[in-house]
């Protein structure tokens, strides 16, 4: 089994920053992808970006392009969400996914094996 680990949620004041991070344990695999997603209350559960095994690819949703920032470092099985310039609509529970096989589409949740137990991020106005 793989335990996924997110920490770095908080509140914080619209145009703000705030890093999460996800630690991965447990059983591990060659060439995994990694991924980041977000749940308002009401509202389903949306991609926000994901990064392949060389950290190369990067994907991310229109929303978030260009304040937030995906990263990993594969030695400390760790992926990281930078989030900059934040605004009262990117309030939500932030969670951490893991694809085993790194499949062609990172932006669904069905393709994706593990999930941590998420993270609160609360942005104010």
């Known amino acids: 089994q793989v335990q996924l680990v997110e920490s770095g949620g908080g509140l914080v004041q619209a145009g703000g920053s705030l890093r999460l991070s996800c630690a991965a344990s447990g059983r591990t695999f060659s060439s995994y992808a990694m991924g980041w997603f977000r749940q308002a209350p009401g509202k389903e559960r949306e991609f926000v970006a994901a990064i392949r095994w060389s950290g190369a690819m990067t994907y991310y949703a229109d929303s978030v392009k260009g304040r937030f920032t995906i990263s990993r470092d594969n030695a400390k099985n760790t992926v990281y969400l930078q989030m900059n310039s934040l605004k009262p609509e990117d309030t939500a529970v932030y969670y951490c996914?893991?694809?085993?096989?790194?499949?062609?589409?990172?932006?669904?949740?069905?393709?994706?094996?593990?999930w941590g137990q998420g993270t609160q991020v609360t942005v104010s106005s």
């Open positions: 996914a893991l694809d085993r096989f790194s499949t062609v589409v990172l932006t669904t949740p069905a393709g994706y094996d593990y």
